[in-house]
């Protein structure tokens, strides 16, 4: 059976990974950790054709350990074990190092039964996941690892990649090789970041290049056509995931509705609902927040629909939420707020609560001021009377400004009431 490109181009040492220098340059922790033999249980988070599978390989080899790989997709308890029986053997000897694609796939039960060999060190576990390991990983396997991000690559790191595929396809043929001016950039372009998608799109331009008998000629109008899907994803300049949704956030933001339009046909297109619908959750109570509170529980509607529905259905209500957004008044002023408090929380600490807000109502003998003296709102006219809620440290801080918008000028006109104009 012919092995495929793919599997033939796949780099045998960390130098020769292309990408991610924040794990793998010199002095990055991830290098370092490597190098130093002593392999940690790590889950690799990422899109796919990155390298995550390629850096477990050389992290197993270079630690001198035998590797098993398992797919979340397909993986079951007895195949687990079943790994686990071998550290009793003699492959076992140098430890075992268990690679785990996919680990989302796998049930919370699937999941827990790797906690007992990860903690007593029977096998070293590296698992990928192209999701938010925050999200889709029990919480006791991401305790018990270091998480790692794998970026996507951008389109001048997958260069040297395809390059090396078309002279790989041209040896194995006996031919001279052939390319039309931008083959390659139009490659690297099209496919995202991702060098397994990359180097398959160059076994297939080979495939379907002009062939003389003597030379193979790979047109741009035949990368165009195998690539045109890919391109639907990333547009020519090679955005990648991130910034499609940065852009969509902040065209909302913006409140420029055909733009985030084309940024979330964009993302439907690649068939990334969820990101999208994270992301549109995100945006109804960062950006249009206090203005039009209503919009967060209509966004939220509209993404269980989606959900629910599916593709292509899921782009109806997902569109209702992008419009709703982009055109609904903007107000940051409650996540201005929360930011401002958290960083006084983070300064401060934890503050003594003012002693009318404590849950006792009685005082030891070292108290300076007996008696709790709680004022009950609802005893007083307009349901409000003035005492201290924040800690002494605090009591005039102000965190909160009421935004320029109807909603929040009302409810300021309402506070200004109640509290006579304090």
């Known amino acids: ?47 796919s054709g990155i390298g995550k599978t390629t850096v477990a390989r050389i992290i197993a080899e270079n630690a001198h350990m035998t590797m098993h790989k398992l797919n979340g997709t397909s993986a079951s308890i007895s195949d687990i074990k079943q790994i686990v029986a071998e550290t009793e053997t003699f492959s076992g000897i140098g430890g075992i190092l268990l690679y785990l694609d996919e680990i989302q796939y796998l049930n919370k039960k699937q999941q827990q039964s790797l906690l007992e060999y990860i903690e007593n060190g029977r096998i070293t576990l590296i698992s990928s996941t192209t999701e938010n390991p925050y999200f889709y990983v029990y919480n006791a396997i991401i305790s018990r690892s270091t998480v790692f991000e794998f970026k996507p690559l951008t389109p001048e790191e997958v260069m040297p990649a395809i390059k090396r595929a078309f002279q790989i396809c041209a040896d194995d043929l006996g031919l001279k090789l052939r390319l039309e001016s931008g083959v390659c950039e139009h490659i690297a372009r099209g496919c995202g970041g991702d060098v397994r998608k990359s180097v398959n799109t ?81 945006i109804a109570s960062e950006d249009v927040g206090l203005a039009y509170p209503q919009a967060a529980a209509i966004t939220k509607a509209c993404v269980d629909s989606a959900m629910q529905l599916g593709l292509p259905e899921a782009r109806i209500p997902l569109a209702e939420a992008v419009v709703l957004l982009a055109t609904a008044p903007k107000s940051n002023s409650s996540y201005l707020a929360m930011d401002a408090a958290l960083e006084d929380v983070r300064q401060s600490g934890a503050l003594d609560f003012p002693r009318q807000l404590q849950n006792k109502h009685f005082d030891g003998e070292d108290a300076q001021v007996k008696g709790q003296h709680y004022l009950y709102p609802h005893d007083f006219p307009n349901h409000w009377v003035e005492q201290q809620y924040l800690p002494d440290a605090l009591k005039d801080r102000v965190y909160y400004r009421f935004g320029d918008n109807k909603n929040e000028q009302l409810a300021l006109q309402y506070r200004n009431k109640i509290r006579g104009g304090k």
């Open 1 to 47: 059976m012919p092995i495929p490109l793919a599997e033939r181009i796949r780099p045998k040492t960390l130098d020769d990974v292309v990408g991610q220098p924040h794990l793998l340059g010199k002095d990055k922790p991830l290098r370092r950790i490597i190098e130093s033999g002593r392999i940690p249980n790590m889950i690799f988070y990422g899109s």
């Open 202 to 282: 160059v076994e297939l331009c080979t495939l379907s290049a002009d062939n003389d008998g003597s030379s193979l000629t790979v047109s741009l109008d035949t990368v165009r056509l195998l690539t045109q899907r890919s391109n639907m994803k990333y547009d020519r300049d090679g955005d990648q995931h991130y910034d499609i949704l940065s852009a969509l956030q902040k065209s909302i933001r913006g409140s420029d509705e055909n733009a985030a339009l084309h940024y979330a046909a964009r993302l439907i297109e690649a068939g990334d609902i969820i990101s999208l619908s994270r992301r549109l959750l995100v």
